[in-house]
């Protein structure tokens, strides 16, 4: 038997793939990922049209997507996040079919169910065997954890791994398992490593980012949830990851043994684990080089599904058990519902990925942000899109105070105690409007370009074109 | 303030605004912002208020305002008329 080839243009005939079908690819490759356009360059060519594209997430590396488009190769797109630069084409209207949006956990949960039928998966993989045994942690593009292609391997019909990296079999560890492989293709090269991993993740410098950081840090002090067994999740941006920082002497002081690191996972987090404040990390991506090394060489760094990461319709997932997520926003507003998916102006320049999953899952959801952002306030009466509910947000943490969700008393009362700034989140509003004014409300009118579908299901907000 | 050659101030990072001013006939402002939709009105006003108080009736000012407060603009635009106006 052999599933081995290095002709591309073999395979996907193999694969069946054929007009009117739906293929899948995940993002660790993120930015430097070189297999999405190889692929559907290559249906082009073979005269496959009318494609439905099942992504993780997008990036601008992906841009000739747009010309796919125009030509009618690829008529959908269901997505987790896409950057500005393809949110853009989006927002001006170049797909007919509105994208449907999901999170990180609603993917899998959308595939495992059967709503989401993948034909075809194509897996870009750093390193894999003849047989399709695949892994992230070696080879010249190792991206580390392979959680988000975890589901497209075991739902997909036919499951197509492309490596750059061909290891003798049987290769150990393999999160992509030769049960579900079909073919394996060996290409020159799957993506450009400068842009799927950063060298090294740096914290904010900015005095802003890091007073929000400080003060997010304790809010999760006085939350209650200070104890043996803690776990924690913050995103990569500028001021979450400064919050590790400030947790660490904390943790120190009280002598707190945790539980878990979760998420996407910098060096900032294993060197959490290194240093003995978490027992494990659960990785279903990693951000940087540091991160790729550890979840390589320390067993005490686990690779996890995006299923097990946040699928609401599994048994269980970790994000059900964790007890603090810091998050960013683009914008948040009076009922503390949180937009990542578009600028102020009504453009697509993101996505969920795991906000409303942890948010919704996490026992005390923060978002930190500045007041204002280059003119923009934050907080606004309503936000352009709503990504996660309010109901699911707890605590906004900004330079000048923290608003406490109405739906959390015994919270506020307990920050107030701990002599935090706890300030009304209009107080902090107007605040901000001292400084910038007051902005002309700007929401785009134009026809339905995407959808956005809650982790449980259901639309929870649509995003307009831009007419310009 | 006489306008008797062309200055500018301010950059393009953001939160700043690089204004340039140039002599003409009557007032007029040209702006270009990240957030023209939301505080175009404010910025012009800003703009037209700073030249009212220096006394400049001629002048043509371009604003490529990147998120500038109010403050940053009202001092980018005197430095640029004082500039032009050869007093700095």
């Known amino acids: ?468 | 303030m006489l306008i008797h050659k062309t200055a500018s101030a301010g950059t393009l990072e953001s939160n700043d605004v690089l204004v340039t001013v140039a002599p003409g006939s009557g007032i007029q402002v040209h702006v270009e912002s990240v957030v023209l939709a939301q505080f175009g009105g404010q910025i012009r006003e800003t703009v037209l208020d700073t030249l009212s108080r220096l006394q400049v009736t001629d002048a043509v000012v371009r604003l490529n305002d990147m998120g500038a407060l109010d403050c940053t603009i009202a001092a980018r635009v005197e430095a640029a008329v004082r500039r032009a106006g050869g007093d700095a």
């Open chain 1, 1 to 468: 038997m052999n599933k081995l080839t290095s002709n591309l243009a073999d395979a996907i005939r193999a694969s069946g793939l054929q007009s009117g079908m739906t293929i899948s690819f995940h993002h660790h490759l993120r930015n430097g990922d070189g297999v999405l356009n190889l692929v559907l360059a290559e249906a082009a060519r073979q005269g496959i049209r009318d494609l439905t594209l099942q992504a993780s997430s997008l990036f601008d590396v992906h841009l000739p997507l747009l010309d796919h488009i125009k030509s009618g190769v690829v008529t959908g797109i269901e997505t987790n996040y896409m950057s500005a630069g393809i949110g853009r084409a989006i927002s001006e209207g170049v797909l007919e079919k509105p994208v449907i949006f999901r999170s990180h956990g609603g993917r899998p949960a959308a595939i495992a169910s059967g709503r989401v039928v993948i034909d075809v998966a194509f897996i870009a993989a750093p390193a894999a065997d003849s047989m399709g045994n695949a892994n992230g942690v070696s080879g010249p593009a190792a991206c580390g954890s392979l959680g988000y292609a975890m589901p497209d391997a075991r739902y997909a019909k036919r499951v197509v791994v492309i490596t750059d990296h061909v290891m003798p079999y049987p290769l150990s560890p393999c999160p992509i398992e030769e049960t579900d492989v079909d073919i394996v293709v060996q290409v020159p090269s799957i993506g450009d490593p400068k842009g799927i991993v950063s060298g090294t993740t740096r914290i904010t410098r900015d005095p802003v980012g890091l007073s929000i950081a400080r003060l997010a840090a304790q809010v999760i002090e006085h939350s209650g949830l200070m104890k043996d067994g803690f776990s924690f999740q913050t995103g990569a941006g500028g001021a979450s990851l400064a919050v590790t920082e400030y947790l660490k002497p904390i943790l120190r002081a009280k002598g707190i043994q945790g539980s878990f690191g979760l998420g996407g996972i910098t060096g900032y987090l294993v060197d959490m684990l290194k240093e003995g404040y978490f027992a494990q990390l659960l990785d279903v991506q990693c951000f940087d080089l540091t991160a790729v090394e550890s979840i390589r060489d320390n067993p005490q760094h686990q690779e996890i599904s995006a299923e097990r990461y946040a699928s609401p319709n599994a048994r269980s997932c970790a994000v059900k058990s964790l007890d603090a997520v810091v998050l960013g926003a683009t914008e948040i507003d009076l009922d503390f519902n949180v937009n990542v998916h578009t600028d102020s102006n009504g453009y697509i320049m993101g996505g969920s990925g795991g906000h409303s999953d942890t948010a919704e899952g996490a026992r005390l959801s923060l978002i930190v942000a500045p007041l204002f952002r280059a003119r923009l306030p934050i907080i606004m009466d309503k936000v352009t899109t709503v990504t996660t509910r309010g109901s699911a947000v707890d605590v906004l943490v900004t330079q000048r105070g923290v608003a406490v969700n109405p739906r959390r008393p015994e919270l506020k009362a307990g920050l107030a105690a701990a002599g935090l700034p706890v300030l009304d989140i209009r107080e902090l509003q107007s605040l901000a409007h001292q400084f910038t004014g007051v902005p002309r409300a700007v929401k785009p009118q134009g026809r339905v370009v995407a959808k956005v579908e809650y982790p449980l299901g259901g639309i929870v907000d649509e995003i307009r074109s831009v007419i310009s």
